[in-house]
């Protein structure tokens, strides 16, 4: 018999919450608000208390907003940690939710889950080192390295990198609270609002903010290339629907390398090493099920 | 009876040929000027085979210049690629020491190796997910992620990183060939002696050269904590005989950093977060002697 996961997707606005197997079958799916930890977190448990009445659960994946603690044999494992987000610093959402529902839990960055899911049934299936990004309301980067999800003493945190940034060119400051022209600050969803006067998807595909946005993911991607050697790497999140963006970021980034790198993937187009995520809009709610299907196969191990 | 490894630490001036165990038992150890492939590999596999009439080896390990293939599936496994050093473009290392020598063979960057050294026996002994770099002639780096050696497409060129670079405090252009004022374009041996006239030992302590050069090497450290999120980085090579640019670099590290990343490790002064190798200038042979250990168990497996 097949195994039946659920799964979180925890967002600052949203959770979202489902029961599936896969991208071919997800039974149901919920959004329930982001408020105080108690009770968004006693919805996300009534949720699954009622779908448990009728399905039984192998494991809950949960891929969740930061920073937070994804090392499980630390003491405060499974929670959000110190994060800006009011109320919500310091919350154990994997005690909270095992104490409820007595089932493995699998918990990693929304970034990890979502690399993970593509991992398994998306664009870096086979692959065993590669980087997703997402550039939204911020820039968050997770990935694998060696078949192992990225984490060591905490988790990436790669759009906080530093990145050349021309004052002549692009005087905008950066609205990075703590970095202010890190990557986040100079190419972030609120970075093209504030620099251009008006929000990403209503800049028009011809508009220059696409030219300096391209360059400064272009020397992003140099970067974690050069840092990780990634097979693929995934660019997914609300700035990139402007679909116009990948071919100017690849061509940005083969003029970067300059033909440093000798090898076949690097060598053309790019347009098979610089991709959209395959799942789209469900990479995330895919990547928590990913994440119970692997604390799932850990915990019967 | 315990094993007994050979060691080749292959550079673009010399090879260091060794047998031995570990940091407490290198039996012998010679010195090969790097000529032509041919002569040189030619004159190690003599001196293995003479070493080999009196010791039995179990493995030997190469960490090499680069590029390089590492990937043991690939058909130019133990190749080096693509360098510029004359005659040596497309040299099959591995496979000419292996027929000749037939015993297993580890292969992997010099930064790796050295790395991976370090991980068995030095300074960062017990840990996971470490970055191991180098800067010298050149900025190179290798290590860890979720214990395996960082590998991908290639292996990581992190000298190659585009870091901020003000060139109203700091006109110079940069020395590498590919990109100009990439990381290893600024901040490298020959980057410090063309800016200021004079190799970096003969710079004293308090010259403004090591301010300016710790501040490149603060921004790049704090692209690889973004990136992989190590639990300690590792600086060596001939600029970090500078041990004044210690202080300099960590407090540039947590400067830039801002209190972002809230954990006990990148809290204080970085003292143990930002160290020197613990194998000094033996961490080379070392590294070569660990990665053919690993091959003899591997070979065993």
């Known amino acids: 018999m097949s195994k039946l996961f659920g799964a979180v997707e925890a967002g600052g606005t949203k959770f979202v919450c489902a029961i599936g197997v896969g991208p071919e079958d997800i039974h149901d799916i919920v959004r329930i608000d982001t408020t105080t930890p108690a009770e968004t977190l006693g919805r996300t448990i009534a949720y699954f208390r009622q779908q448990h009445a009728h399905h039984s659960l192998d494991a809950i994946g949960i891929g969740s907003f930061g920073p937070l603690d994804p090392d499980a044999t630390s003491p405060t494992f499974g ?21 409820a529902l007595h089932v493995p839990i699998g918990f990693d960055t929304d970034v990890n889950a979502a690399a993970f899911g593509e991992h398994l049934w998306g664009a870096v299936a086979g692959l065993h080192t590669f980087v997703y990004l997402t550039l939204g309301t911020g820039i968050g980067g997770g990935g694998m390295v060696g078949g192992k999800l990225l984490h060591g003493l905490l988790h990436p945190e790669m759009g906080h990198i530093l ?30 609002h504030k620099r251009w006067g008006a929000p990403a998807e209503a800049l028009p595909s011809d508009h ?69 995520p395959a799942l789209g809009d469900r990479s995330g709610i895919l990547g928590a099920i990913a994440l119970a299907q692997l604390a799932s196969t850990e915990a019967s191990a």
Chains 1, 2 share one sequence.
Not at 165 to 191: N, Q
């Open 79 to 99: 929670f959000i940690t110190s994060t800006p987000k009011p109320g919500w610093s310091n919350t154990d959402i994997v005690g909270t939710l095992r104490n």
């Open 163 to 192: 990145v050349p940034h021309d004052r002549t060119a692009d005087p905008f400051g950066g609205v990075c609270p703590f970095h202010a022209d890190c990557f986040e600050g100079l190419a972030s969803g609120p970075a093209l």
């Open 208 to 276: 220059p903010a696409w030219t300096l946005e391209a360059q400064y993911i272009g020397s992003a991607l140099v970067n974690f290339i050069c840092t990780l050697s990634p097979q693929r790497i995934i660019l997914g999140g609300g700035v990139m629907h402007q679909r116009s963006l990948f071919p100017l970021i690849r061509n940005q980034v083969r003029s970067l390398l300059h033909e440093y790198i000798r090898v076949p993937a690097l060598g053309g187009g790019l347009e098979d090493f610089i991709v959209p």
